[in-house]
Structure formats: structure tokens, C-alpha cells
């Protein structure tokens, strides 16, 4: 059975940063398209990062480019979202998950199979 589990949420302050992690079990990393995704209170749950099974590809949401970086170590089945110079904006649940059967890089998160049960990021302003 494959789990993600993430972890590295907390409370920063604004222009601080904070690196996720995404431990996925239950099968081999590299056969999974990973993507973060993150939910806002009374928000719908909204596409961040996805990078390809290789992990030569990514792709981020217009808010993020330039602030985050995604990615992974498929030897160690870990995944990883670094971000930096937060805003009180990127508040919110963090979600990491998997698509066992990618097509280019999914944005959507209908496309996804399997999700974590999610780390709170909280941004101070």
C-alpha cells in the first residue's frame, strides 16, 4: 500500500523559509509524477509544484516561481519543496502526492492517485 507521509510544516515569519518533506512507502519512487498542492481555510486545494519521475522536470504555480524548488531523491523515496521568502499568503495545508501514471507534468488534482495527510505551514506577517 503506498503512503506519503510529509513533514517540516511550523510558524515562520514573512521573508523566512522552510523546507517540506514528502516520505513515500509501499512502492518505488521513481514510478510516481510528485506534486505539492495546498489548501487555505474555505479555499479550494490549489496546485504548487510537480516534478517529472526523473526529476529533470518541474513546473510551479505562477505564485511560487522563483520561491519555491521541488525535488526528490528517488533513491531515499523522499521528496522535497523548499521555500523561500514566505508570505502570510502561502499559509496554508501542504500536501505532497503521487500519479502512478503521469502525462507531461500534472497541475490538476484529479490527475493524482495517491496524497499525504498534510503539514500546516503558517506565515506571520
Known amino acids: 500500500q503506498v503512503q506519503l507521509v510529509e513533514s517540516g510544516g511550523g510558524l515562520v515569519q514573512a521573508g523566512d523559509s522552510l523546507s517540506l518533506s514528502c516520505a513515500v512507502t509501499g512502492r518505488s519512487l521513481g514510478v510516481f509524477g510528485m506534486g505539492w498542492f495546498r489548501q487555505a481555510p474555505g479555499m479550494e486545494r490549489e496546485f504548487v509544484a510537480v516534478?517529472?519521475?526523473?526529476?529533470?522536470?518541474?513546473d510551479y504555480a505562477a505564485s511560487v516561481k522563483g520561491r519555491f524548488t521541488v525535488s526528490r531523491n528517488n533513491d531515499k523515496n523522499m521528496v522535497f519543496l523548499q521555500m523561500n521568502t514566505l508570505d502570510p499568503e502561502d499559509t496554508a495545508v501542504y500536501y505532497c502526492?503521487?500519479?502512478?501514471?503521469?502525462?507531461?507534468?500534472?497541475?490538476?488534482?484529479?490527475?493524482?492517485?495517491?496524497w499525504g495527510q498534510g503539514t500546516q505551514v503558517t506565515v506571520a506577517s
Open positions: 516534478i517529472n519521475r526523473s526529476g529533470t522536470s518541474t
Open positions: 502526492a503521487a500519479d502512478r501514471w503521469p502525462v507531461g507534468l500534472p497541475t490538476t488534482k484529479d490527475e493524482y492517485d495517491y
